[in-house]
């Protein structure tokens, strides 16, 4: 928790000033009402008092009561104003990191657990900066002051109290034995829980093809009741806390009371100054019952906020985690004017996964000029993501070099690699908005360029037919649009930035093979000078390549043209048999 204190603005510490002006101000005024309590009850229990007294005695005990509530909705104004603003920007903080994560550190802390760090475990550190500055500063304060003021009477009343305050901190302490573990368990249970419930509504339509909901509410009913059994433990134990401070302020309530009697009948009667002796005993016993309510008060506030402190520091543990965590793929020095423009070059590459068994590529090599179109092909894990994956470092090589227009790129800036580069993944992505929001991505495109990107990636056919256009709506995800539309839109949206070197991972698979080629002819037509890096399943997708490279389990193992690999590659070969008839194939 300290860790994330840096996080807190210099206006923020100087509001948390404020706020203990005004908790001072409120204690002060409630360990004042009960000397106004003492002096009405010596004014009423002494004959001739005048009424006057009473009324300015009350009144003053009045004007205390508005003034300690003025000054607790101050604290609660300060404090709900100092945690907000810190939450606001710690989420902000937490998003722009992982923003930096290479997938490595996505995947190993998991999207579900990320969005958990980044809305309840931010919550939870909230509530306890609200409750901190409410009772952390108040109860020690009210409890040391009200304790003073009875260490000033008799001291059986001074034992009394402080028999009740030991017996509620030995009970604070066997409670948070029991308790802490299981609130760190708590977050954990929690990111099982939204990952069970992420996965099934992302996976929806195969649940219900293989009619397995029954098994996805196993699943699900496990982590629920884990997490269930967990906090119904938690809670046990924590309830059981109330029935004890009842019966320990109880008990303290009737041994004030009770050495109250014994000492009022320990003066001798008959005579007016045991009179005036007794009253004051009196006076004293109503003025420390209410100093030993404030004191067990103080001690019911403290236990509050320890009993959300566990939980809450586990959060910023969580959260600290993740700002601590130094992503993988960092900056370089040089910017992008290298000389040259859109040649990539891959220098005897390996690569392997982080926590992989083995290499997913070994050894590549090959360079792609300005303007030339370089396809990758090969059977399913023979490593054609992962190679073009390279490129604008969504992780790093593990042996070799992977050069883009001659300069590493670990050396560059990131933001001056990626201006270099667009990039169309598998499955289309798409941002909830627009159709004109979705093509223009992040506003790094010209608005003229909309029209054509969507003309060359075939998309205007079915942007024309929207009610609105490009202004049409677009459902998060994109669900109201087809797999073929998503995917056209994706590749106007790499079109749009007019990048050096566009890269297509298997991004033609669900077009049909008539819109695959008008696709492709246009490309090769309105792209001239762009360097083209296309991953494809489909032979007929990448014939007109200028150079086909064949990978076969991680190896690079036929490079050249469609017709030199059809007479040299018999991987390529056979991968082309298995699509094509020999006719087609030009044999």
């Given amino acids: 928790m300290l860790k994330l204190i840096k996080y807190i603005k210099l206006r923020e510490w100087l509001l948390f000033l404020l706020s203990l002006v005004f908790i001072f101000a409120q204690v002060f005024l409630d360990l004042k009402l009960p000397d106004y309590m003492s002096n009405i009850t010596r004014l009423v229990k002494t004959a001739g008092s005048d009424a006057g007294d009473v009324w300015r005695a009350g009144g003053m005990m009045l004007l205390c009561s508005l003034g300690s509530l003025a000054s607790s909705v101050m604290v609660c104004f300060l404090a709900s104003k100092v945690a907000a603003g810190f939450s606001r920007r710690l989420r902000a903080v937490i998003f722009e990191k992982v923003e930096s994560f290479t997938l490595e550190e996505i995947n190993a802390f998991s999207t579900a657990s990320l969005i958990t760090r980044s809305t309840n475990d931010v919550n939870q550190v909230q509530m306890l900066i609200i409750m901190a500055m409410q009772v952390v500063v108040k109860a020690p304060v009210m409890a040391v002051w009200a304790i003073m003021k009875i260490a000033g009477k008799a001291w059986q009343w001074s034992l009394a109290t402080g028999i009740a305050v030991a017996v509620l901190t030995v009970l604070l302490l066997v409670v948070l034995k029991f308790t802490f573990s299981r609130f760190k368990k708590i977050q954990w249970l929690q990111d099982a829980l939204n990952h069970a419930a992420r996965e099934n509504l992302n996976g929806i339509r195969v649940v219900r093809a293989h009619n397995a909901e029954d098994y996805q509410e196993k699943k699900f009913e496990k982590a629920n009741t884990d997490l269930l059994e967990n906090s119904l433990y938690v809670n046990r134990v924590t309830t059981l806390m109330s029935p004890f401070m009842s019966l320990t302020m109880n008990c303290l309530s009737m041994s004030i ?9 320990s003066v001798a009667s008959g005579t007016a100054a045991a009179v005036e002796l007794r009253v004051g005993i009196f006076a004293d016993m109503i003025v420390l019952m209410s100093y030993a309510m404030q004191v067990i008060a103080a001690f019911i506030m403290i236990i509050i906020v320890i009993m959300i402190a566990p939980r809450a520091l586990v959060a910023a543990g969580r959260i600290n985690e993740v700002l601590e965590t130094e992503p993988k793929v960092t900056d370089g020095t040089r ?25 997913v590529l070994e050894n590549i090599s090959f360079t792609a000029h300005r303007g030339e179109t370089v396809a990758f ?35 560059y800036v990131l933001e001056e690699l990626y201006k270099k580069i667009s990039y169309v993944p598998q499955t289309s992505v798409m941002f909830s908005g627009t159709v004109k929001s979705n093509v223009l991505f992040g506003s790094h495109a010209r608005e003229e360029r909309l029209e ?43 079109l749009s930035r007019e990048a050096e070197i566009l890269i297509f991972d298997d991004t033609f698979s669900a077009l049909d ?20 890096l296309i991953v494809a399943q489909r032979i007929g997708t990448i014939m007109s390549a200028d ?25 390529y070969r056979q991968i082309a048999l298995s699509q094509l008839s020999e006719e087609e194939l030009a044999l």
């Fill in 257 to 265: 009371y009770w050495i109250g009697a014994v000492l009022i009948n």
């Fill in 335 to 359: 910017d992008g004017n290298t000389g040259l423009r859109g040649e990539v070059e891959f220098r005897n590459v390996s690569f392997t996964y982080p926590g992989g068994s083995g290499a």
């Fill in 377 to 411: 092909i090969g059977s399913t894990g023979s490593g054609k993501t992962s190679l073009v994956n390279l490129v604008p470092r969504f992780y790093d090589v593990t042996e070799g070099e992977v050069l883009v227009d001659g300069v590493n790129v670990k050396e």
């Fill in 452 to 494: 054509k990107a969507l003309g060359i990636s075939m998309s205007e056919e079915f942007v024309d037919e929207l009610e609105d256009r490009e202004n049409s709506e677009m459902a998060q995800r994109g669900t109201n649009f087809s797999g073929g539309q998503k995917q056209r839109l994706s590749i106007a949206r790499a």
């Fill in 513 to 532: 093979f008539k819109t695959d080629r008008e696709l492709r002819d246009a490309l090769n037509r309105e792209t001239e000078g762009m360097t083209k």
């Fill in 547 to 571: 150079r086909i490279i064949v990978l076969d389990e991680g190896r690079q193992v036929g490079t050249g043209t469609h017709g030199e690999l059809l007479k040299s590659c018999e991987v």
